[in-house]
């Protein structure tokens, strides 16, 4: 008899234990102890990291570290066009800190008057009445429309985006950086430098076509690389290039 009042003393211990750790826990929760009043933005330039803060602190300011829905304010994060991935952690008493992973643009198209940023997956960044020096162009028809914020789901940007991607550190060393794309009817062009043209042709066997214009790039001479007009290998079994001296002027 003892040996059983004694265990449901236990038993009732825990219970009432477990009720005043949840009660607790639930007075925390509408308690002002750890209300959020600062938001920690990392990975993020500084314009950015003010919109981020400011969209979470819309949300979040006010509210118990305890209760904020982090998931869902990481999935509205993820709807910005510059943000590729973040995390959100609970920092105690009153931060929550936003860590943030940024989208690089890789490339600039053109439509009319407009440049449209593009990341590496397709997505469109921003647009702006001038593209950077630094990215690659790729002219698109007047009627092409791209959105903010959502992938482009144009082929011809996806061949440019495929050609970027093959284009290795030691194909650009070898044979240069490639300034412009030219995608039409189902064909590829890269131009390199200011004037090299790589006729790639459809836009699959990328990794070959690519290491075929680097040989041929070593067995150039010096000299004669700035007289080469194109290289094709849209077939890259029988690669091909012309001199500007051979081609027709005009």
Same mark, same amino acid.
């Given at each position: 008899m003892r040996s059983q009042g004694r265990r449901r003393l236990m038993i009732l211990l825990a219970i @009432?234990?477990?009720? %005043? =750790?949840? *009660?607790?826990?639930k007075l925390l929760e509408?308690?002002? +102890?750890? /209300? @959020?009043?600062?938001? %920690? =933005?990392? *990975?993020?330039?500084?314009?950015?990291?003010?919109?981020? +803060?400011? /969209? @979470?602190?819309?949300? %979040?300011?006010?509210?118990?570290l305890l209760t904020v829905d982090r998931g869902a304010i990481e999935r509205r994060l993820e709807e910005m066009p510059y943000v590729k991935s973040v995390s959100i952690d609970r920092a105690f008493p009153h931060t929550l800190a936003v860590t943030v992973q940024v989208e690089r643009p890789v490339m600039a198209v053109e439509i009319a008057k407009t440049a449209y940023l593009v990341a590496p997956d397709g997505r469109v960044l921003e647009s702006r009445s001038t593209p950077p020096k630094h990215l690659p162009i790729v002219q698109l028809p007047g009627g092409t429309t791209l959105l903010v914020g959502r992938s482009s789901g144009d082929a011809n940007v996806d061949a440019a985006l495929l050609?970027?991607?093959?284009?290795?550190p030691d194909f650009v060393h070898h044979v240069g950086r490639i300034t412009e794309l030219q995608p039409h009817g189902?064909?590829?062009t890269a131009v390199v430098g200011k004037r090299l043209k790589l006729r790639l042709g459809t836009p699959d066997q990328l990794p070959l076509k690519l290491a075929v214009v680097e040989r041929v790039m070593r067995r150039?001479?010096?000299?004669?690389?700035?007289?080469?007009?194109?290289?094709?290998?849209?077939?890259p079994g029988r690669?091909?290039?012309?001199?500007?001296?051979?081609l027709p002027s005009g």
């Open positions: @009432v234990g477990t009720l %005043a =750790v949840l *009660g607790g826990y509408m308690s002002s +102890a750890f /209300a @959020v009043d600062h938001v %920690a =933005v990392t *990975g993020a330039p500084p314009g950015l990291r003010t919109e981020i +803060a400011s /969209a @979470v602190s819309a949300t %979040a300011a006010g509210h118990s050609v970027l991607r093959q284009a290795t189902g064909l590829i150039i001479t010096q000299a004669q690389r700035a007289e080469v007009a194109y290289i094709d290998v849209s077939a690669p091909a290039y012309g001199l500007r001296s051979t």
